[in-house]
Nanobody, 125 residues
Framework: QLQLVESGGGLVQPGGSLRLSCAASGSTLDYYAIGWFLQAPGKGREEVSL????????YYADSVKGRFTISRDNAKNTVTLQMNSLKPEDTGVYYC??????????????????WGQGTQVTVSS
């Protein structure tokens, strides 16, 4: 059973940076699509960035392109989201999620069967 644990959230001023980590246990991430999702207050979970364990393919939401970078550390079995130039609209709970897959990404959050507990990110002056 795959388990995911997020870390790295916190309070940061606009323009600042944070680095989120998703540590996996119970399985390697080689055959999983892994995603970071943001749940802003009063909203559903939205895709932020995705990476596939099989081929390293990535996806970024338009709102974070050029500011966020997703990467995978095979040795540590973790996925990291480097967030730069943070904006107040990046505020919310960030969740790491995984879907067993040889290729491709699910259409939305409903397609992911494994979820972490979430980590709060607050961007405010």
């Amino acid at each position: 059973q795959l388990q995911l644990v997020e870390s790295g959230g916190g309070l940061v001023q606009p323009g600042g940076s944070l680095r989120l980590s998703c540590a996996a246990s119970g399985s390697t991430l080689d055959y999983y699509a892994i995603g970071w999702f943001l749940q802003a207050p009063g909203k559903g979970r939205e895709e932020v960035s995705l990476i596939h364990g099989t081929d390293g393919s990535t996806y970024y939401a338009d709102s974070v392109k050029g500011r966020f970078t997703i990467s995978r550390d095979n040795a540590k079995n973790t996925v990291t989201l480097q967030m730069n130039s943070l904006k107040p609209e990046d505020t919310g709970v960030y969740y790491c999620a995984a879907h067993g897959s040889y290729s491709g990404f699910p259409a939305d959050a409903a397609g992911y069967e494994y979820w972490g507990q979430g980590t709060q990110v607050t961007v405010s002056s």
